[in-house]
Structure formats: C-alpha cells, structure tokens
C-alpha cells in the first residue's frame, strides 16, 4: 500500500534526522574534551546515511515483468555507521593544563562550534520538512476516511 510507505519513508527521515541532532549535540558537549575513556581529546563524530531501498531499473523492470511487487522497503533513508572525523587536533598552549604534553601543548577536540551548528540548522530544517511530510500524509488519510463515509 502506498500510503504506509510513505509513513515508512518519512518516519525513517524522522530517526534518521533525530540521531543526527544527538550527535550533533554530543560533539558540542564535548567541544572541550581533552581525555576520553580510549585516551587522547575527544574525536568529533558524524552520522552517515544511505538510501533504503533502492533497486537498479533492470531489477524494478523484472519485478514488473514478473509481476511481483516491489521487495523490501520503497524508499527512505537509514543510518549505516557513526564514524569519526580523522582531522587534526588542534593544539593550544597551555603549560598549566593537566594534559599538556612536554611543551606545554593541549590537544583539543576537533570540533568546530560553526560547523556543528550548521550540521544541527539542517538536521532541524530536514527534521522539519519530514514533520510537514508526515502531516500532509495525516490530513490524506482523513480525507479518503471521510470520502469512504
């Protein structure tokens, strides 16, 4: 039914862009991490996505020809791994620092606060438009429940 798979697709952006948003956050919260449990400054991390779904043309023509339907999900979008940034740390000097190496640098998390909050801006404008999705799918359904009346 093509209704529940639209639900599916936008409830599947609505995960996807809620577990963006924590990790956003938590890459703020730990802006000035400088020791972590595995050792050195915390790493900024990010989520990475990948579509749902998706079948070349040959397979949805030979589905069609064979008349199945469509196998799996229709569409939407999943998180497939949380992975760290490999950038450099930045270093800043602080002798008095408990971390400081021998000449007197910290390494400080790779985290920039505009870029983190650019990444949270947009995960809250996609969040967004998913909501408005799912809203319109709502009012559709009222709709074709009053017609069936």
């Known amino acids: 039914m093509a209704f529940l798979s639209s639900m599916n697709v936008v409830g599947s952006g ?8 924590d990790v956003v956050s938590e890459n703020i919260t730990n802006r000035t991490t400088t020791r972590t449990e595995g050792g050195g400054a915390y790493r900024r991390k990010m989520v990475v996505f990948e579509a749902e779904g998706e079948r070349s043309p040959f397979q949805a023509a030979l589905d069609r020809a064979l008349g199945r339907g469509a196998s799996g999900t229709e569409g939407g979008v999943r998180v497939t791994e949380i992975v760290e940034d490999p950038s450099d740390f930045k270093l800043v000097y602080d002798p008095e620092h408990p971390d400081a ?35 319109v ?13």
């Open 14 to 21: 609505l995960t996807a862009q809620q577990l963006r948003l």
């Open 101 to 135: 190496n021998a000449e007197g640098y910290v390494e400080m998390p790779n985290v920039d606060l505009m870029q983190e909050m650019a990444d949270a801006m947009a995960a809250s404008q996609a969040y967004s438009a998913n909501v408005t999705a799912f809203n």
């Open 137 to 149: 799918l709502k009012q559709v359904a009222a709709k074709g429940l009053e017609i069936g009346k």
